[in-house]
Every structure is written in C-alpha cells, then in structure tokens.
C-alpha cells in the first residue's frame, strides 16, 4: 500500500509529511519511505498551537476552530507535497494522521487516561478524496495503556539488530525510547516510554532569550557558548518524573511553557545567564536519556539510533554520545530510515496494520491489558475500492 504519513510534535514547529510504501505483516514487513518533506507552521499558526497546549491561555472556542484550522494545514500540506513530487493523491490508498497533541494527561500515580489530538479527520479525507486514520492513541489508552510512545511497536517490527541490543532514541519536544532485544533473543520483550523532556524546554528558554527570533538553538550554536552549571543540572534531575518506573510517558503538561518559564526564572536567581541556561537544559535532555538507560535498560545497550529534531543538535549528541558510551551512537540514516521523516513513517505503519485488522501496540511498550487495533477510519472517495481490494486479496 501506498500511506502518506503525518508527524506533528510537541515542538509544534510544522507537519512533517511522507510518502510511504509498505507492504507484508508482521514478521515478514517490508515499508520504506518514497519521498518526505516538512512543512513549517506560519509563526501565527504555532503560536495558536502554543497557547492551546497552555492553560493559562486555552480556550474551548480556540481549539474548536484550531481543530479544524490545522485540519485544513495539513490537507494542503498534502496537495503541495503531492505537486512538488509528482503523483496524483489517487495513486495513495491511506493517510495517516498523528495530529497535533494539546494535552496528555497524566495521572498522579503515573496511569494516563487521556490524551487529546487535534486534526479533523474529516477535513482531510474530504480536501483529499483519501480514506484517513487517526485519532491512535485512545484505543490503547482504553485499554489500560499510555497511549504513547507508539514508536515502539513500529521498532519491534523493522529495526531489531540481528545480535545485540538497541536503543531507538527520538528527541523530538519530548524524548522517547524503544529498548529493543535482538532477533537472536526470542524470549526477551521491548521496553518503550518517554525518557523526559526532549527540545521543548529548549526551544522555549531559546524563543524567549531572543525575542522570539529564533525557536530552537541551531546547530547547538548558543548552548556552546555557555558554561553548564552542575549543580543546576543536579537538582533538574530530581523533578519526580525521572524517578518513576515505566511505562510512562509525558509532554507539554509538564515539561512545556509554563515548567520553562519557571525554570528560566530559577536559573537566572541563581545567577545563570542565558547561555549558560540553555546549555544546562541541553545538558538536561543528554542527562535524563542516559540516567534512563542507566536505571531501565534490561541489558548492556550497544547502539543507540537517534532520530527527531535534537538529533541535528551537535552539542546535544557530542553529551549523549559521552553520557552512554561505550555505545555506539548512530543516526536512522545510518540504519537505512531518515531520521527527520521516521515518526510519519511510524504512523503510516500504523495505519496499515489498522487497516487490516491487526494490532498497533505490544501491551509490554505501554502498558495496555491487551493489544489493540489503533485509530478511527474516515473514508474518503477511494473506501469502496479499498474495501473491495481488502477482501479480495483475502
């Protein structure tokens, strides 16, 4: 099948969009990526995106019509990127839709029993005339699971090396971690939640220091030129998060605006300048993936494949690559996936196996009492012809 993917993070920063081809089941599945391409929010858009993920300025009206708005975002996205590449939307059997997370919420005992993903369905099985699943982590939540990271399962199935451990790390606005045993080991099971805050805390000290002018630290260029304060960092890491056990997963709730802000004004009572600040909260995010290997991972890791945003991050990665070795860190490229475009990958994935009737999740990734098929089907013009080639083929 031929499944357009859709990736919108918590950095909330644009949609990445990919063609992806995927065929077989689990066990024996082939899936690859055809073309990708990102396209970024207009800062008014990201804004609105912002202030609807923060409590102090959400409102019920604004994320009605945001639901929608972003809806259309996305539809266009997929027309342009149709255009720019060269084939006719007739030609996609499936969309499938992340959307844009607002709220994950998580419970004081660390259980989730919610998690709320804008992006109409419908407006874009109508703008595009193609059958769209979305809406993945509720089912999995329903049945007792964190909802997230659905990375994990996608992992288990195209990335396992053929005689050691991997760690599939992302650092998109928040990291997550699929610990990953070895084709040769047929008893051991993936281990999957989020390590802790990734680029979110970043990007908004970033935004902040420069007025808005930058919206994350490129190429790690301000983090460089500050000196990372220990004893900060020391006290960073008691935040209660990193103390629970998995499954668990965060987001903007609490590692977003608000927590930034707060911290910012911390750091700079202690005495902190900025570049010292957002070095340290890089240093954050390098800290808390490598305690979480530390404190979790069943088995020595001998290579971590990073992927996401942070990945591109060379004073994060330089941190990383010191804080775990001796694993060998490499990127998705280097595993034959692109890094920027895995996570629409993943949900394309997803979709598909939705699409016939199989589970997304293994209950060992998040916690679920049992595996569940993901996502809301929305037909568009195409579902009678994908039906009838469904039970055909069968």
Partial sequence: MRIIGLMSGTSADGVDVALCEISGQPGDMQASILAGDTYAYSSDMRQRILDACDRQKSRVDEIAILNTDIAEVF???????????GFALDTVDLIASHGQTLWHNVLPDGSVNASFQIGESAVIAERTGITTINNMRARDIAAGGQGAPLTGYVDWLLLRHPSHWRAIQNIGGMGNVTFLPPLSDTQSQPIAFDTGPGNALLDVSVMHFTDGQQTYDKDGLLAKQGRLDEEWLHDLLQHPYYQRDY???????????????????????????QYAIISTLTALTATNIADAYERFAPARIDEVILGGGGHHNPFMRSLIEQYVAPATVLSHEDIGISSDFKEALVFAVLAYETWYGRPGTLPALTGAKQAAILGQITPGDNYDALLRQRFTAS
């Fill in 75 to 85: 539809a266009t996205s997929i027309a342009q990127f149709a255009d720019a590449n």
């Fill in 247 to 273: 499954p668990k997963t965060t987001g903007r709730e609490m590692f977003g605006t608000e927590a930034a802000l707060e911290l910012i004004e911390e750091a700079q009572a202690r005495g902190l300048d």
